[in-house]
């Protein structure tokens, strides 16, 4: 199938016309207006892939146009030729045949001008070179030609609807003669109406679509035909049946609508009864108890009206039911003048009318909760319980405790309903008037003892409001195709509006499902992927020779002289310590504001154990504690594969391996990293130039320091010599035995740690592909994947790699400086003497560890005056590559230029906004100031490339032309220009590092 989309390739994914996908195997795609890599988020039907080319972006954040797509079936053994491919056109190989996509431009097109190729050159370079293979090709795609009733084979006569021929046309039958390629446009070949209309405009219809085939490829073509589809594109679709041996393992189920996949309401789903067996023997420390009691907590949950009524209890009398509007306001809301007020209105006259000033934070939001109104009815009818499980910590936390309070204590039943503001109401009006009073008092009410007497009858019910925007609006189609189109862009709008009304997260969330990348299957077997994910967690069967050998026995014979059962020692008891129920309200808060989380085997949720009652949850947690075990469920990962951006999808080595663990052990961890994150800071085990998930720890701290380091020995007029060592795959390939001996002489002891030790030796691994599994299976080293504690405990793994201080190294504000490090990406800096020192300590600790550092991608850089012959810098012996560029922590540095922010700019400005898709304080502004702590914008121009793209942006959003005013752009929209913002950055940077301690760096 071969079909010009017209820019319509995502609606076509989400709407009814996806069903056509699933009767073919390849669907070549043009004119489909992607950005580059958007095609990662269009929801492309399971058992598909595809691949996107599009046109280079422009900084003028034009829309974009042209592009080729393919769709197909993952069992075809098919490549795409990218030598031969681009924008406009897409070669893909079989075993037995080659098809071309093609798609040329109108003559008239200003697009021409901006290609970097002519397309048609490039399409008569690409059959040409094709032929010299002598495999039988297709060409598809639309030609913009118009080739009448000429035919490119003599004895294959063509008759078409369209007897106009053009130049273009001519060269397109010459073209095709010259390499036996027949046009089926027209041809006997052509089912149905043959030479058929492909392009439907108000002007007339015309044939510029065609399919080309070889002639030696005509005995297996089955079917051509050119198919109207009026509903989706101004264009018919060619559809073409060809026998190939590459269809052989194709499995076609019965074409079905393709459904997108939408978030539900989480529910209790009973746990699996049957976790996969492991070989080998059962930990014993496992308690089976802790199985019943797991079960049994999961069923404690109960449905959303159950925690309501624990909450509020029920209703025992009954009254007539009394209207009451109440409302907030607040005057100069997030200033420091801001001044709220609350208003009840009972009715005219009442002498229950109130106008109050809100004490404390004046803020409208808390004005509202005081007066129960808006979104406000969501946090007492929806988010109650999750706020009490919190204990209150929340905005406001201190007026809703107060308002359950009341309402707990009321005889009659209370009902909630929501009137839009300013719409005529008369009690709304009223009790608006009465909060705009309450703020101009100067005297804060105080909240009065809550008395049963207090009575507020319930109201009548409402039905929810959406906006739905009438049909008389919908504009009217341009020409063919487009009305359906219209309809499916204005229900997405119209979704948009409704989920925005609802809540700004509701907006996100949408916004979010269409731009986020989607999940896909890997194009590697389940077996494959298995095997290279039980290689990256066990130790390898040929030990690398860089290792350490002895040391990593020694760490062994160390590891398992430690007892079972061991006691802290520890003065404050860090790992004996039950959990206390403010260390669990912590994990709750932490876990609640981490938002929705993948789940592990048991298919949990955060949402389900957040409204677990707490004393229940602290019982269960202790319990794991006290027996140092764990429920089965809790013991097995799922791994999943997602490929690593710009590597080869049918390599297994190219997928990230991820893991999903139980949410409630994530929860029981992150309490266990806590503890030794605590009793690290308060012994001083992390030593400070370790930088990475460190809390108060800025993400550009390292930049920072690298950035000052260089600056120093400029000054000093010195050259700075920086190595970035790469370790690979730092977190799969931790030593086990290593880790224990190091914590256990360190101090780390009792139940928390023997919990721990339980943990790695009990868990087991299983490998998922959509919906099948692989056996499971061990693991020997490495950190638990998709743990909350892992972080740490890399953290406190590499705190034992030290630098002697040497002569040459950088002095920062009286500091000796010479490394740096976020967990395993480090830098090492320091004269030529002094380098190569450092580097003689991080290979041998490397080797000890059982880390294996990747020489290849280890970088080194001069930062300076250069002498005449750099000096060869080595790890392990063998020597370190040069370069005068390096991306660290996502800044890149560059040593060739004056300006060693040079390129950091350029990348920066090479990633324009698209329209509708990057909102700009979401997507844009945090991309175009990233950095600007570390990059002070002291020369104009590389800022000035930045600054272009936020006024392309703005002026686009505004729909004003390209060379209006541009101080227009940002009264307009209430923007900061870039410079000021990046300059504030900064400013914010240096006074957070000015109130550092002594012992923190940067200094």
């Known amino acids: 199938m071969a079909w010009n989309i017209h820019g319509e390739l995502s609606l076509m994914l989400r709407g009814p016309d996806v069903q056509l996908i699933s009767e073919y195997d390849v669907i070549l795609l043009q004119e489909t207006w992607l950005d580059r890599e958007e095609h990662l988020t269009l929801p492309v039907p399971d058992g598909y892939s595809i691949v996107s080319l599009a046109r280079p972006e422009r900084l003028t954040a034009e829309n974009p146009s042209g592009g080729v797509a393919v769709i197909y079936r993952k069992e075809l053994p098919m490549a795409v030729c990218r030598e031969l491919s681009y924008s406009e056109c897409m070669v893909l190989d079989f075993n037995d045949l080659t098809i071309i996509l093609s798609y040329l431009p109108p003559r008239v097109s200003k697009c021409l001008d901006r290609l970097e190729m002519d397309p048609l050159n490039v399409l008569e370079g690409v059959i040409t070179v094709r032929s010299l293979l002598n495999k039988p090709m297709l060409i598809l795609g639309d030609e913009n030609c118009r080739t009448g009733d000429l035919t490119s084979i003599n004895d294959r006569p063509r008759a078409s609807l369209d007897a106009v021929t053009d130049t273009r046309g001519k060269w397109f039958v010459d073209l095709c003669k010259d390499n036996d390629l027949l046009i089926l446009n027209g041809t006997s070949y052509d089912r149905d109406v043959p030479g058929i209309w492909t392009d439907f405009q108000y002007n007339g219809c015309s044939v510029v679509d065609y399919a080309c085939a070889s002639t030696s490829l005509l005995p297996r073509l089955l079917e051509f035909k050119v198919v109207d589809w009026p509903t989706r594109s101004d264009h018919a679709f060619l559809s073409l049946k060809v026998s190939s041996t590459a269809a052989a393992g194709v499995v076609r189920n019965t074409a079905k609508r393709f459904r997108e996949q939408r978030r539900l309401p989480v529910r209790f789903r009973r746990l699996p009864q049957n976790p996969p067996a492991v070989p080998g023997p059962e930990p014993d420390l496992v308690q089976p108890i802790l199985d ?25 009398k009954s009254a007539n039911a009394r209207h009451v509007w109440i409302d907030g306001s607040c005057m100069d809301n997030g200033k420091p003048t801001a001044r709220a007020g609350a208003g009840v209105y009972w009715g005219h006259g009442s002498q229950r009318n109130c106008a109050e000033r809100v004490p404390g934070p004046q803020r409208n939001n808390r004005a509202e909760h005081v007066a129960f109104v808006r979104n406000v009815i969501h946090t007492y009818c929806h988010w109650i319980a999750q706020r009490k499980s919190l204990d209150w910590r929340c905005a406001n936390g201190d007026v809703i405790a107060y308002a359950v309070d009341l309402l707990r204590k009321r005889d009659s039943a209370v009902e909630f309903c929501w009137v839009k503001g300013h719409s005529g109401e008369v009690g709304n009006e009223a009790a608006d008037l009465l909060a705009k009073e309450g703020a101009t008092k100067t005297v804060p009410f105080a909240f009065p003892p809550i ?73 590697v077997s389940l077996d494959q992927l298995t095997a290279e994910f039980i290689s990256r967690v066990n130790v390898p069967d040929v030990i690398p020779a860089d290792f350490d050998v002895d040391s990593l026995l020694q760490a062994t014979i160390e590891a398992q002289a430690i007892p079972a059962v061991t006691q802290d020692s520890t003065p404050n008891g860090y790992f004996s310590l039950s959990m206390t129920m403010e260390e ?180 087991s691994y299983v490998v998922r592909m959509g919906s099948a599994f692989s056996a499971p299976f061990r693991s020997t080293v490495g950190i638990l994947a998709g743990d909350s504690g892992s972080p740490g405990f890399w953290n406190f793994f590499a705190s034992d ?193 000015l109130h550092l301690g002594e012992h923190r760096i940067p200094v």
Request: hydrophobic fraction near 40%; charge should be negative.
């Open 584 to 763: 669990l309200v912590d994990i709750k808060e932490d876990m609640s504001a981490r938002g929705p989380s993948a789940m592990g085997f048991d298919r949990m949720t955060y949402d389900l154990f957040l409204a677990i009652d707490n004393d229940c949850l602290l019982a269960f947690f202790n319990k794991c504690l006290e027996l140092r075990g764990a429920p089965q469920l809790w013991l097995v990962t799922v791994l999943i594969g997602i490929l690593k951006p710009g590597k080869d999808s049918d390599d297994p080595s190219s997928y990230r391996l991820i893991g999903l663990e139980s949410c409630l052990l994530k929860m029981f961890t992150l309490f266990i990293d806590r503890r030794m994150r605590r009793w690290m800071d308060d012994n001083y085990i992390l030593p400070e130039t370790q930088n990475g998930f460190r809390k108060g720890y800025h993400g550009m701290n390292n930049p920072f320091i690298l950035r000052t380091a260089i600056d120093v020995a400029l000054a000093e007029g010195k050259t700075l010599h920086v190595v970035f060592p790469d370790l690979t795959n730092t977190f799969p390939s931790m030593d086990h035995a290593s880790l224990w001996s190091m914590m256990y002489k360190k101090g780390v002891a009792g139940p928390l740690f023997d919990w721990l030790h339980m943990l790695y030796d009990g868990m």
């Open 292 to 316: 019943v009691l797991y079960e049994e907590l999961v069923m404690s949950t109960g449905s959303a009206e159950e925690a309501l009524s624990e909450i509020y209890g029920h209703a025992t």
């Open 451 to 523: 008395s049963t007497a207090l009575s507020f009858p319930p109201s009548r019910s409402h039905d929810d409001e959406y906006t739905d925007v009438p049909d008389a609006f919908l504009p009217r189609s341009s020409h063919g195709g487009r009305d359906v189109v219209r309809q499916e862009r204005w229900h997405l709008l119209t979704k948009f509006v409704n989920a925005a009304e609802r809540s700004e997260n509701g907006f996100w969330n949408m916004v979010k499902e269409i731009t986020d990348a989607k999940p896909f299957s890997p194009d």
């Open 801 to 993: 790699l030290v630098f002697v201080p040497h002569p040459e190294d950088i002095s920062i504000g009286g500091r000796r400086v010479m490394n740096i490090e976020q967990a395993d990406d480090g830098a090492m800096f320091s004269g030529p003497l002094g380098l190569q020192a450092h580097l003689d300590v991080y290979g041998p600790w490397a080797s000890r560890k059982g880390l294996l550092v990747n020489i290849p991608k280890t970088k080194a850089m001069a930062f300076g005056k250069l002498p005449s012959t750099l000096p060869v810098f080595t790890i392990l012996g063998r020597p370190i590559e040069w370069t005068n560029e390096h991306k660290y922590l996502g800044v890149t540095f560059t040593s060739s230029r004056a300006d060693i922010f040079s390129q950091h700019y350029t990348e920066k400005e090479n990633l324009p906004p698209r329209e509708g898709v990057l909102i700009y304080k979401s997507r844009i502004d945090p991309h175009l100031t990233f950095g600007a702590e570390v990059a002070v914008d002291v020369a104009s121009s590389g800022p000035h490339l930045l600054e272009n793209v936020q006024v392309a942006y703005l002026r686009r959003l505004l729909s004003i032309q390209k060379r209006s005013i541009r101080v227009t752009v940002f009264t307009e929209t209430g923007i900061l220009p870039l410079s000021y913002c990046r300059i504030m950055f900064a400013l914010r940077y240096l006074r957070r590092i």
